[in-house]
């Protein structure tokens, strides 16, 4: 190559056909079978309330094991850059728009938190092209929070588990709001800070 010397590493470009964006992919299939198992026998049936929530869980944890994945084993790639991030609001807004269809969650809660997730990720894709924000602490407590307290309505709970269930959901509606907030401050941060091109 012009300009590199011999003794210039070269650095491999991760593969777009890697595990991490396997899962990313297995995620998007999964959010119609979990659509599907959330609203039949009209959505309050508990085999298939308790399927949902299994499909559920089963979404969450390839989210966080593609991510990892990338990160520590240099599968990070544009695609998934991009693709992760969707199949997330996917996943989250298919639970919260099915639950407040079915009447389990109000709407204010999803729109909230929608309108949220779908800003900070347009903002994200905005400032890709500059690097990638990381999340912080708080984004990934506010993820787990919102995980947990999506997965307890899901399941076909009644008294103190639907009092817990509630409390949790108002704790991840916080964070959702205070993170967003810190996520939006600190790409402004950022872009003050980052040299002119």
Do not use: C
């Not at 003794?7 to 990313?24: E, G, I, K, Q, W």
């Not at 559920?56 to 544009?78: K, P």
């Not at 099915?98 to 900070?120: A, C, F, H, K, N």
């Amino acid at each position: 190559m012009p300009g590199q010397s011999d003794t210039d590493p070269v650095v491999p470009r991760a593969s777009v056909a890697n595990v991490a964006n396997l899962l990313t992919g297995i995620r998007f299939l999964l959010v119609p079978v979990f659509v599907v198992a959330l609203f039949v026998e009209d959505g309050h049936q508990t085999f298939w309330r308790t399927t949902a929530f299994v499909v559920f869980a089963v979404a969450v944890i390839t989210d966080h094991f593609d991510g990892a994945l990338a990160r520590a084993y240099g599968m990070v790639t544009e695609f998934g850059k991009l693709a992760d991030p969707i199949a997330d609001k996917l996943l989250i807004g298919s639970a919260l728009i099915g639950l407040s269809m079915l009447g389990d969650l109000p709407w204010w809660i999803t729109i909230v938190i929608m309108v949220r997730e779908v800003g900070i990720t347009v903002l994200r894709l905005a400032v890709l092209r500059h690097g990638v924000i990381p999340a912080s602490r708080g984004g990934k407590l506010k993820t787990l929070v919102q995980a947990v307290a999506i997965g307890l309505f899901i399941l076909p709970l009644s008294g103190a588990w639907l009092v817990a269930a509630t409390w949790i959901m108002w704790l991840a509606v916080v964070l959702t709001v205070l993170t967003g907030v810190d996520y939006v401050v600190s790409a402004a941060r950022d872009s003050r800070t980052r040299p002119a091109t």
